[in-house]
T-cell receptor, first 109, second 114 residues
């Protein structure tokens, strides 16, 4: 079993829909990261959080430390949100990030 | 520049040749990471440098892979005697001080071994 699990693997939405991507992890962490990767592009950090909730524009990230679960929400989705969204954790026992396999999001106009 | 810079952006090499991939982190960032992303796969940790500490090499897949970081800044990932399974995008990231700080990624080097 992977230490970081994401769901769904693939997600297709219509423009304007509310989107949720989930991430569960099995290790003790010091922080959780949400990353975005556009096709052929680099990786951009969206959020780093260790508790509660963060909001940036139409993006919201939440984390429940007790349940070892995080969600990334996108409100009023747009085709330019189409990308792979990756959940990663900074495990307390390691310095590097441990990654989920990513969620490929496609938003149709 | 302000971001993490990697070179070359693309590299095609013949099987058996050695390659060097370069990463220039954000100035002042003490932590530097190398990751690999194979086609259709998730990101795989290779090696982690933190300040003057000994690097964490636990992710290197074989002894053909090595990396160094000179002067706490630029890093070079070297792959000796390349194999076709080494074909992947090699990503470098840096962060201000490691574990609990935001990671900034370079654009990656796409390595193709033919």
């Amino acid at each position: 079993k992977n230490e970081v699990e994401q769901s769904p693997q693939n997600l297709t939405a219509q423009e304007g829909e509310f989107i949720t991507i989930n991430c569960s992890y099995s290790v003790g962490i010091s922080a959780l990261h949400w990353l975005q990767q556009h096709p052929g592009g680099g990786i951009v950090s969206l959020f780093m959080l260790s508790s509660g909730k963060k909001k940036h524009g139409r993006l919201i990230a939440t984390i429940n430390i007790q349940e070892k679960h995080s969600s990334l929400h996108i409100t009023a989705s747009h085709p330019r949100d189409s990308a792979v969204y990756i959940c990663a954790v900074s495990a307390r026992s390691q310095g590097n990030l441990i990654f989920g396999k990513g969620t490929k999001l496609s938003v149709k106009p | 520049g302000a971001g993490v810079s990697q070179s070359p952006s693309n590299k095609v090499t013949e099987k058996g040749k050695d390659v060097e991939l370069r990463c220039d982190p954000i100035s002042g960032h003490t932590a530097l990471y190398w990751y690999r992303q194979s086609l259709g796969q998730g990101l795989e940790f290779l090696i982690y440098f933190q300040g003057n500490s000994a690097p964490d090499k636990s992710g290197l897949p074989s002894d053909r892979f090595s990396a160094e970081r000179t002067g706490g800044s630029v890093s070079t990932l070297t792959i000796q005697r390349t194999q076709q399974e080494d074909s992947a995008v090699y990503l470098c990231a840096s962060s201000l001080s490691g574990r609990n700080t935001e990671a900034f990624f370079g654009q990656g080097t796409r390595l193709t071994v033919v």
